[in-house]
Nanobody, 126 residues
Framework: QVRLAEFGGGSVQAGDSVTLSCLVSGRLASPNSMGWFRQAPGKEREFVAAFSWISLSPYYSNDVKGRFTISRDDPKKTLYLQMNSLKLEDTAVYYC???????????????????WGQGTQVTVSS
């Protein structure tokens, strides 16, 4: 059974940096893609960034491009999200997601990721 566990959330000030981690367990094979989504209060869960093992490339939403960096450590089965220059509007619960199926090299919709972590809160204050 695939399990995803996020770590690293917390409360920071605007302009600060935070790194989130997502540990994958329960599957030996590398995923096709893993990503980060976030959900702010009263809003839909939205795509933030992902890494594709199909294209070996990262991809980002326009809101975070240039500020966030996604990376992975395959031996440790861990996905990271380095978040720099945080803004108030980055406040949200951040979720890690994974898929081991499909041929889409850049999935960005929630429906394309069947496996999810429990989420970690990131709060940015002024």
């Amino acid at each position: 059974q695939v399990r995803l566990a996020e770590f690293g959330g917390g409360s920071v000030q605007a302009g600060d940096s935070v790194t989130l981690s997502c540990l994958v367990s329960g599957r030996l094979a590398s995923p096709n893609s893993m990503g980060w989504f976030r959900q702010a209060p009263g809003k839909e869960r939205e795509f933030v960034a992902a890494f594709s093992w199909i294209s070996l490339s990262p991809y980002y939403s326009n809101d975070v491009k240039g500020r966030f960096t996604i990376s992975r450590d395959d031996p440790k089965k861990t996905l990271y999200l380095q978040m720099n220059s945080l803004k108030l509007e980055d406040t949200a619960v951040y979720y890690c997601a994974a898929t081991f199926e499909g041929s889409n090299a850049s999935p960005m919709s929630r429906a394309e990721f069947p496996y999810w972590g429990q989420g970690t809160q990131v709060t940015v204050s002024s």
